[in-house]
């Protein structure tokens, strides 16, 4: 690494990246795989910690949104014609002739970037989500996305909604959760924030729209793949550590130790997905089985519907929760963990509980 490396002899993504930086006029490019030591646990270990920093302090990510892995490329040949929207005048608008614009769908923001591949991989979740500013590469454009604002080469001034029928000429604009999300967790007071963030009912407090905010970032997270399951909470001890040095609340495996929020976060189970395996627990030990870290997979969380609109009645109360990490760190690899619960028992008939059980909701 002292003495260089021939630019020539790089993958042809990298020799993009740095072809990239060298227009935008920036010395230094960080790329995982060269930066971190791949065969050293100690240092990888070390680094991993650090992503949130690199990330949250960057000048700008440089995504290849239809590389599947460090084998594909930044550019693509295209044709531009088909970047450039068409505008239309609707005669038949209830409200009078309207001018619209007319796109071709495949180089839309939904299926140009959401649906493509780097969508599917862990690893690009906390970039996506900690990097002030995103230089996106599609195989049809070039999209922008930060704190304040999505763009395109299509959409140079924002990134509008999809609409048809009678919304077509809506002006209003997109607010994407991931968009929302980078707000949130760049904010100073995630907490305060979250009081707004990804419209949830005024009648939730702060705290626990906190808690919703992170199950989005969960929910998301799980449906990714990882090339290495031992990852699973490497892959999001950046985000981790950003927002817990801002809220100074414990960070156990892939959850936030604090009354009220871990007794939901308990309310996971595993989840299948169309056209994806079944999850499953892997063979080495990674988190302890009341964590969603410890599984393979999509998860949901079964008390989400009547918790969203008007809260669940919590019947069970965590009373002590702790992890032993490898490195010391909260977010760092988990070699055991704990968990000791309070509350009623009631019985279980026919798949579900019996509408006669009355529990106190807070057992003494």
């Given at each position: 690494m002292r003495n260089g490396i021939p630019v020539s002899e790089l993958p042809l993504l990298y020799r993009d990246a740095v072809n990239t930086c060298r227009q935008l006029g920036t010395r230094y490019l960080w790329i995982d795989s060269l930066c971190i030591i791949q065969d050293q646990e100690l240092d990888w270990i070390?680094?991993?910690?650090?992503?949130?920093?690199?990330?949250?302090?960057a000048l700008c990510n440089i995504e290849a949104a239809h590389a599947a892995d460090g084998r594909g490329q930044l550019f693509f040949s295209r044709d531009e014609a088909r970047v450039k929207p068409l505008s239309v005048t609707v005669?038949?608008?209830?409200?009078?002739?309207?001018?619209?614009?007319?796109?071709?769908?495949?180089v839309h923001h939904d299926t140009d970037v959401s649906d493509a591949p780097l969508q599917g991989r862990a690893w690009v979740l906390q970039e996506q989500l900690l990097a002030s500013r995103t230089l996106i590469y599609s195989k049809r454009q070039?999209?922008?996305?930060?704190?304040?604002?999505?763009?395109?080469e299509l959409f140079p001034e924002g990134m509008p909604d999809l609409r048809r029928g009678d919304d077509l000429c809506s002006h209003s604009?997109?607010?994407r959760p991931l968009h929302v999300l980078k707000q949130w967790i760049a904010s100073d007071n995630p907490i305060h924030l979250s009081h707004w963030s990804l419209g949830y009912s005024p009648m939730v407090s702060p705290w626990e729209k906190f808690w919703l905010s992170w199950r989005t970032i969960v929910l998301d997270y799980t449906r990714r793949d990882l090339t290495f399951e031992k990852d699973k909470l490497a892959a999001i001890a950046g985000i981790a550590s950003v927002i817990q040095r801002k809220i100074s609340v414990p960070y156990i495996a892939g959850m936030w130790n604090f009354r009220f929020f871990i007794e939901y976060e308990l309310c996971w189970e595993a989840k299948t997905q169309?056209?994806?395996?079944?999850?499953?627990?892997?063979?080495?030990?990674?988190?302890?089985?009341?964590?969603?870290?410890?599984?393979?997979?999509?998860?949901?969380?079964?008390?989400?519907?009547?918790?969203?609109?008007?809260?669940?009645?919590?019947?069970?109360?965590?009373?002590d929760a702790k992890i032993e990490t490898v490195d010391g760190t909260p977010t760092g690899p988990v070699k055991s963990g704990f968990i000791r619960i309070e509350g009623p028992l009631v019985e279980k008939r026919n798949g579900g509980f019996s509408p006669d059980d009355q529990a106190d909701p807070r057992p003494e």
């Open positions: 070390r680094e991993v910690a650090r992503m949130g920093q690199v990330y949250g302090n005669e038949w608008h209830k409200d009078g002739p309207l001018a619209c614009l007319m796109i071709d769908s495949s070039v999209h922008w996305a930060c704190r304040t604002q999505e763009a395109s604009l997109a607010r169309a056209n994806c395996r079944a999850p499953f627990r892997p063979r080495d030990y990674r988190a302890p089985t009341w964590s969603w870290a410890s599984i393979e997979g999509s998860i949901s969380y079964t008390y989400m519907t009547d918790y969203d609109v008007t809260g669940d009645t919590q019947l069970a109360y965590v009373e």
